[in-house]
């Protein structure tokens, strides 16, 4: 009985040591020597090794220096803040705003002011859709200018040089803002910036529903309803002219005929 009572306990406290051994044991991730901003490629001097707990690092972190060293960052980080593999960019991708541009995708600036700008409450990482008003080439003078929406849902990489937001959320009027579009936008907000007036309009960051609209006219907000459609096989009716044109009348007299011609 003795034995056993002494394996027992034997058991028992080599366990309660293991397990202590093992929520103490450490090992080594990457984190910043200091506090960096965005935009930062990193170096030697930059970041530093620290000792972490086994049981609680971070899938995403780096164990060797080399792994981060020349890589841009995309977000500020503060001193000894680990380093994550979503904290930076890829390697030679530059320095600055091009280091958060994504694979794929542009950055493309309009010219901004206050009432644009959403009165100065449009930060780096907002959502917008961006609506232009313009007057449609080869129309007729009466159809007048349309709102219509472009672009939707698009993300706000810059508010004139400022990359990260104010965290108080102060608004600030920039004559500059930079939105990250694909390939294709860039070139329908470029167009858009050319033929008329771009407004931006701000969206909730957790809506990501883009909706179809349609053009709104001039004669909508006079709450005019647009003519039908004319049914398949049928001329559209022609448009009476709101003045009548001019009548002539030519009196001809022959002998004792009296004839008039309207024309």
């Known amino acids: 009985m003795a034995a056993i009572l002494a394996g027992i306990i034997t058991y028992f406290f080599s366990k309660r040591m293991r397990l202590s051994r093992a929520q103490h044991a450490t090992t080594q991730i990457v984190a910043a020597i200091r506090d960096l ?8 001097k930059d970041v530093t090794t620290l000792d972490w707990p086994s049981n609680l690092v971070m899938a995403s972190s780096f164990d060797k220096v080399e792994d981060v060293v020349g890589k841009p960052l995309l ?57 232009v008003t313009y007057t449609p080439p080869g129309g007729s003078g009466s159809s007048g200018p349309v709102t ?33 579009v694909s390939p294709e936008d860039s070139q329908k907000l470029q167009l858009a910036s050319s033929q008329g007036t771009v407004q931006f309009v701000l969206r909730s960051g957790v809506d990501q529903t883009n909706v179809d609209l349609r053009p709104t006219r001039l004669d909508q907000l006079a709450g005019e309803r647009p003519s039908p459609p004319p049914a398949p096989g049928k001329k559209a009716p022609r448009r009476v002219a709101e003045a009548s044109k001019p009548v002539y009348i030519l009196e001809m007299i022959q002998g004792t005929k009296r004839t008039e011609e309207k024309f």
């Open 37 to 44: 901003p965005s935009g930062t490629t990193l170096t030697t």
């Open 148 to 180: 219509q929406t472009v672009l939707q849902n698009v993300e706000i990489l810059t508010a004139g040089q400022t990359i990260e937001p104010d965290p108080q959320g102060k608004p600030q009027t920039v004559n500059v803002v930079t939105l990250l």
């Open 75 to 131: 977000y500020p980080l503060v001193t000894n803040e680990p380093i994550l593999k979503r904290d930076l960019g890829l390697e030679g991708s530059g320095i600055g705003i091009s280091g958060k541009i994504p694979t794929g995708m542009r950055a493309t600036a309009v010219r901004s002011n206050e009432i644009v700008g959403v009165a100065g409450f449009l930060y780096p990482g907002s959502r917008v859709d961006v609506m």
